[in-house]
């Protein structure tokens, strides 16, 4: 039984937790009726999406873009620096986000969104 493609495979860990952060978010997304906890669960799918984008950007062996004689591989920086700034908007996403929850709780009494929906019908 040769078990070097099943080690490769599982060598990708860093895919099988994106994979992983990936389903966590998207599942309290559509499964939680609490507000806050929706916007953690985009907050937790978002993260997966940055470590997806910087796993793909690393390069094995690869150096800073500084031209070197005899450095053959360099390592792009433009995936590391738009992943900087959209951890800054997603931050400010997020704030913004959990503000409305605020915002919500203080007009309906209430951050449950099956709650929110039945007073909405009652109207």
């Given at each position: 039984m040769d078990l070097?493609?099943?080690?490769?495979?599982?060598?990708?860990?860093?895919?099988?937790?994106?994979?992983?952060?990936?389903?966590?978010?998207?599942?309290?997304?559509?499964?939680?009726?609490?507000?806050?906890?929706?916007?953690?669960?985009?907050?937790?799918?978002?993260?997966?999406?940055?470590?997806?984008?910087?796993?793909?950007?690393?390069?094995?062996?690869?150096?800073?873009?500084?031209?070197?004689?005899?450095?053959?591989?360099?390592?792009?920086?433009?995936?590391?620096?738009?992943?900087?700034?959209?951890?800054?908007?997603?931050?400010?996403?997020?704030?913004?986000?959990?503000?409305?929850?605020?915002?919500?709780?203080?007009?309906?009494?209430?951050?449950?969104?099956?709650?929110?929906?039945?007073?909405?019908?009652?109207?």
């Amino acid at each position: 039984m040769d078990l070097s493609g099943f080690f490769s495979y599982w060598g990708l860990y860093n895919y099988w937790i994106v994979v992983f952060l990936m389903m966590t978010g998207f599942y309290m997304v559509i499964a939680r009726p609490n507000l806050v906890k929706k916007m953690a669960g985009l907050f937790v799918f978002q993260t997966s999406v940055f470590i997806l984008f910087i796993s793909m950007a690393k390069v094995k062996g690869g150096t800073a873009p500084i031209l070197v004689e005899g450095v053959s591989t360099y390592s792009n920086p433009l995936p590391h620096v738009l992943i900087l700034t959209a951890i800054v908007v997603g931050v400010a996403t997020t704030a913004l986000g959990l503000a409305l929850v605020v915002r919500i709780n203080e007009a309906y009494g209430t951050i449950d969104e099956d709650e929110i929906h039945s007073q909405e019908e009652e109207s």
